[in-house]
């Protein structure tokens, strides 16, 4: 059974670094589904915060997501 989990790429702006927008991983690997290379160091969060999540979430991780996860 495969382990998927959000995790973060952060974005640096006037504000300071602060999140960008959530990808997927899958068995706590460090390349996201949509091939970005997450930071290892980056928060994860469980993929059951699919959706909930204030910042928006990558749309090519999304699309494999949804295609992967019944
Ligand atoms: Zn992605």
């Known amino acids: 059974m495969r382990i998927y ?5 952060y974005v640096t702006g006037p504000a300071g670094r ?4 959530w990808h997927m991983i899958k068995d706590n690997g460090i390349t996201a589904l949509c091939g ?4 290892p ?4 969060m ?4 699919w959706g909930h ?3 928006k ?3 090519t991780c999304g699309a494999i997501y949804l ?4």
Do not use: N, W
């Open 46 to 49: 469980s993929d059951l915060a």
């Open 57 to 59: 979430f990558c749309h």
């Open 5 to 9: 989990e959000m995790r973060a790429e």
């Open 18 to 21: 602060r999140i960008g927008q």
């Open 67 to 70: 295609r992967e996860v019944p």
């Open 36 to 39: 970005y290379d997450t930071d």
């Open 53 to 55: 999540t204030e910042e």
């Open 41 to 44: 160091a980056a928060e994860k």
